[in-house]
């Protein structure tokens, strides 16, 4: 569970969740995603180094350059996260929908 | 199945929007808000209290099969326009979750068929994640629950 409340905490802070937008279209290295953002460097650094250690980001090693690439099966995860709130409603709205249906007014 | 209730969650918000279609006559909808016995039969609890006019308020409680109150929530109405618009709060009883804002609207499609958009709204972004991920973690522990009873029959 700690992982994932991690995980919540990371995509809540705006900066971080700029990065994934930008990350999300092509893999870029930290510099260049550092170029994006008015921040100080080793504060995108601290960004990068909390959403690959919650795995919603990935590195790869390509010659002596690192590139940021983004997760898609953590992301999906928290999107899944979702689903059971979402199916919660789904139900009771089911329901209202068929008890109403059958309802009948009493004269 | 087609999934009919939609979940709008944009990250870093204090709101949650939930938006439904019904294949029901608004009147009929908005009728299953209302009414008590209604209210308590799809909500699954019961009906202490429902004033369905501004300025009222509500309460409900649900129990364990044991008849043990294990939820109870009540709020206040401060806006109620008949099959237009409910505003009202929500506050669990004896939890640490701040009270949030509902705003519902109710919205008539064709003559059988309206929708419904429940926005609300939370004290903080944290609280709303936490709300957010409720069923999600409730569904975790009726796992690891059942799986528990499965273990203890193993014994």
């Known amino acids: ?107 | 199945m087609e999934r009919k209730t939609k979940v709008d969650a944009e990250s870093g918000k204090q709101e949650i929007v939930i938006t439904r279609e019904f294949d029901l006559p608004l009147e009929l909808l908005f009728k299953a808000y209302v009414e008590p016995d209604i209210v308590a039969q799809w909500m699954g609890t019961k009906v202490l209290k429902l004033e369905n006019w501004k300025h009222g308020s509500y309460q409900f409680e649900t129990s364990d099969p044991k008849g043990n109150v294990v939820f109870r929530a009540n709020g206040t109405i401060p806006e109620f326009i008949p099959n237009q618009k409910i505003t009202r709060t929500f506050e669990m009883e004896n939890t640490p979750f701040a009270v949030q804002l509902e705003f519902l609207e109710f919205e008539k499609l064709t003559d059988h068929s309206s929708k419904l958009t429940m926005q609300i709204i939370y004290k903080s972004v944290e609280l709303r994640d936490q709300m957010l991920k409720l069923p999600f973690a409730q569904g975790l522990n009726m796992a690891h629950n059942r799986l528990q009873e499965v273990v203890n029959k193993l014994k």
């Open chain 1, 1 to 107: 569970m700690n992982l994932r409340r991690d995980v919540f905490q990371a995509i809540a802070d705006p900066t971080r969740r700029a990065i994934l937008i930008l990350v999300a279209s092509q893999s870029m290295t930290a510099g260049a995603i550092a170029s994006n953002f008015e921040t100080a460097r080793p504060t995108v650094s601290k960004h990068l180094q909390i959403l690959t250690e919650c795995e919603l980001l990935q590195q790869q090693q390509n010659g002596r350059e690192v590139y940021y690439q983004i997760n898609a099966k953590k992301m999906k995860e928290v999107s899944d996260f979702i689903e059971p709130f979402r199916n919660m409603w789904d139900d009771r709205f089911n329901k209202l929908e068929v008890i109403m249906k059958n309802y009948k007014p009493e004269f």
